[in-house]
T-cell receptor, first 114, second 117 residues
């Protein structure tokens, strides 16, 4: 069984500040890990994914995440927040199987203050 | 990038009627599609996994006779909410696995708001 923990429900940063959204996972097999973003009343957009290649993964919109097996973490970062980054962010895990499904964390709301 | 389209984006129906939501992969073949339900300010709850040409696999607690899923082709899956009630009002999101892409890449539709009055 797999699970994802996203601590906290809300993160607020100032525009231009570092964004750090935490994600810890539990998996009995080497996982695939994902970060998705959801803007109000919309579906989910894939930001980035880790699939057992490079541990530092770069995604869209300046986001990146680092897979740390020893810490079972896959935290999402962005050096400088932009107002347009305000959204809901979901971390998800799956096993590498061809038919595996995603297990989502509960999500975290990012607010960006001007 | 890959696109998954849902239709309709918003629908209002009367209690007791049925409503169908379509999920299409526009530029790739999807052997597997997933249907989620999302309540306000909450995460996505997986309802069922839809495999092309076979019966859907429902998650525990999801009524398969109420939420009918059909995956008739490699680019289309439909969710029909039968005998809808106000408590079925929710945001429904589909996703599709890109058959030709490695790494379990799954793309999401824009979601469909269902309001049952």
């Amino acid at each position: 069984a797999q699970s994802v923990t996203q601590l906290g429900s809300h993160v607020s940063v100032s525009e231009g500040a570092l964004v750090l959204l935490r994600c810890n996972y539990s998996s009995s097999v080497p996982p695939y890990l994902f970060w998705y973003v959801q803007y109000p009343n919309q579906g989910l957009q894939l930001l980035l994914k880790y699939t057992s290649a490079a541990t530092l993964v770069k995604g869209i919109n300046g986001f990146e995440a680092e897979f740390k097996k020893s810490e079972t973490s896959f935290h999402l970062t962005k050096p400088s927040a932009h107002m347009s980054d305000a959204a809901e962010y979901f971390c998800a895990v799956s096993d590498p199987g061809a038919n595996s499904k995603l297990t989502f964390g509960k999500g975290i709301t990012l607010s960006v203050r001007p | 990038g890959a696109v998954v389209s849902q239709h309709p984006s918003r629908v209002i129906c009367k209690s007791g009627t049925s409503v169908k939501i379509e999920c299409r992969s526009l530029d790739f073949q999807a052997t597997t599609m997933f249907w989620y339900r999302q309540f306000p300010k909450q995460s996505l709850m997986l309802m069922a996994t839809s495999n092309e040409g076979s019966k859907a696999t429902y998650e525990q607690g999801v009524e398969k006779d109420k939420f009918l899923i059909n995956h008739a082709s490699l680019t289309l899956s439909t969710l029909t909410v039968t005998s809808a009630h106000p408590e079925d009002s929710s945001f429904y999101i589909c996703s599709a696995r890109d058959r030709g892409h490695s790494g379990n890449t799954i793309y999401f539709g824009e979601g469909s708001w269902l309001t049952v009055v």
